[in-house]
């Protein structure tokens, strides 16, 4: 085709209020209703087939965890073996399959995602993972559909990214695929982020295993569904969920390996690294390895910030879908002086957030993933209560006997190193501790020195000093840094997403530069004046 296409960069997907008589919170609530009675049989998805292994795991909602969704096949060495066989067949064409249809497939996808199949990704999210349907909406829906339209339009500046031309040649750089298949491993906490780290990579020529988390198979089943029903051709990305001592290992030890796309915890992180570490002698290329880990987020008041802001930001970030994201808010230092004043807005909204299943719309949170984070926030809530440097001062409850619910709870310490301010809890936990407001300068070296961490954190000021001296004490605190706002919600195409230090490698989800990652380069010199001569004029 003799054409130089162009795709317009799209804006971001609009996010539905679903308010009380609206269209679409009575066609969500009917899908929801449709999801909870009935079950279903999730199989693995190799090279377009259907695999039934019979080792099966459970879906179950975490604010009803009696109440089975269905269960899932789980995949061992056999099958991971046959997925990256399948993943390599499949190679060989999409790699050389014309930029222009692997993004058409995207953006179909995008559509899907966000028209036809909204409701059924909005209620398996929201019964799998225990999310709000404002949660749901903007992770699984909407950010999903930024990622998709927003990497075409990215993928495509790659491509015409070209180098100056001189004397008579033509100088060209082509952006192949990777040389092998890519891992992906995908949390349970953002759906998006699983069709993400699937799609990103595969939208350059690259094909996949998809490791998805065992507590979110059901939604990214579901988006596995939409993107087959988007085109994409069978073998391109193998839907392989299991335990990570089986699909881990499998995966990472095969030779073919060319790139690892994970977001999770550090520890599983480093022992991927270290098990590619061990085996690099052994693989055909370096492997990429792009990862999104754990954070330890924060907040730093100046006596100049607005309070009221200050505290919504604080409940929003801190509470919202549970505290489980990696940017939720888990530490705070607010001056001695505001604190009366924060505490007394923190109470009044505490006091009206309420907790419960998420099919009712008036309850701001959830449940907890699962019983194993539920027992690991509570060992948390118990040393609070223990500890004689921290006083709980609103919440603390949880109860375990339907859901996993925890309640939002706020800690006040006076060791700005307790165990609270430096190890990452992953439950609706902020942590805060008072300074005098003359010791600014310090706390924010105190804030950058307290955690291994350096994801998101954002300061709270109206005094442009303070804010100008956050930016600069803080500058490798946080690769997502917000001032008066909260720490969490970096929107696809605005804010590109990731951070250093024990956070990541800092690609940035949702950008080029994550792009770039999962390409390839060759630079091609055509000249049109070839030398006929060996000699130089030096030379006489």
């Not at 066989?85 to 953006?107: D, F, H, V, Y």
């Not at 095969?254 to 994970?262: K, Q």
């Not at 419960?356 to 984070?373: L, T």
């Amino acid at each position: 085709m003799n054409a130089i296409l162009q795709i317009p960069r799209p804006g971001n997907e609009p996010v539905l209020e679903y308010r009380p008589g609206s269209p679409e919170k009575e066609a969500l609530s009917a899908s929801l209703s449709s999801f909870r009675s009935s079950q279903t049989e999730i199989p693995l998805l190799i090279g377009g087939r259907e695999v039934r292994t019979g080792n099966l795991g459970e879906c179950r909602v975490p604010h009803d965890h009696g109440h089975k969704l269905g269960v899932f096949h789980k995949a061992g060495v056999a099958e991971v073996a046959l997925a990256v066989e399948e993943s390599q067949k499949a190679w060989k064409i999409w790699s050389r399959t014309p930029w222009e249809e692997r993004a058409a497939i995207c953006l179909k996808a995008a559509e899907l995602v966000s028209k036809r199949f909204r409701n059924t990704i909005n209620a398996t999210t929201m019964l799998c993972q225990s999310k709000t349907v404002h949660q749901s909406e903007i992770d699984a829906v909407c950010e999903m559909a930024d990622f998709l339209r927003m990497n075409t339009w990215f993928m495509q500046r790659i491509y015409q990214m070209q180098p100056e031309n001189f004397a008579a040649t033509w100088n060209r750089l082509e952006y192949r695929a990777l040389e092998g298949f890519v891992f992906a491993v995908s949390p349970f906490n953002f759906t998006s982020i699983g069709g993400n780290l699937c799609m990103a990579p595969a939208l350059a020529g690259n094909t996949i295993v998809w490791k998805p988390a065992s507590t979110a198979v059901y939604s990214n089943w579901e988006l596995m569904k939409v993107f087959r029903e988007a085109g994409l051709p069978d073998g391109v990305i193998n839907f392989v969920p299991g335990d990570s001592s089986q699909v881990g290992p499998a995966a990472l030890l095969d030779r073919r390996l060319a790139g690892v796309h994970f977001t999770g915890s550090n520890r599983a992180f480093n022992s991927m690294w270290k098990t590619i570490a061990g085996n690099v002698e052994n693989y055909r290329t370096y492997p990429r390895i792009v990862g999104e880990t754990g954070g330890k987020d924060f907040v730093v008041a100046h006596a100049s910030a607005e309070v009221r802001g200050l505290a919504a930001c604080l409940i929003r970030g801190a509470f919202e879908f549970q505290g489980q994201k990696c940017s939720a808010t888990s530490r705070a230092y607010i001056p001695k002086s505001l604190w009366p004043s924060v505490r007394d807005i923190l109470e009044e909204s505490l006091s009206a957030l309420k907790v419960g299943p998420v099919e009712d719309f008036g309850n701001f949170m959830g449940a907890v993933i699962d019983k194993a984070s539920f027992d690991n926030i509570r060992e948390y809530l118990d040393y609070a209560r223990s500890c004689p440097d921290c006083t709980v001062a609103f919440g603390g409850g949880c109860d375990d006997s339907r859901g996993y619910f925890v309640e939002p709870t706020v800690v006040l310490t006076t060791d700005p190193h307790c165990r609270l301010m430096e190890e990452e809890i992953f439950g609706p936990v902020l942590t805060v501790y008072l300074y005098d407001e003359r010791d600014y300068a310090g706390v924010l070296t105190l804030c950058d020195e307290t955690s291994p961490y350096a994801l998101t954190g954002g300061v709270f000021a109206t005094d442009r000093e303070a804010v100008r001296l956050a930016e600069t004490v803080l500058v490798h605190a946080a690769g997502n840094f917000y001032i008066n706002d909260k720490t969490t919600g970096a929107t696809v195409g605005h804010q590109p997403f990731g951070g250093g230090r024990s956070s990541g490698t800092n690609d940035k989800a949702g950008s080029i530069y994550n792009l770039l990652r999962w390409v390839s380069i060759r630079t091609l010199k055509e000249c049109f004046n070839t030398a006929r001569d060996f000699r130089y004029p030096f030379l006489g």
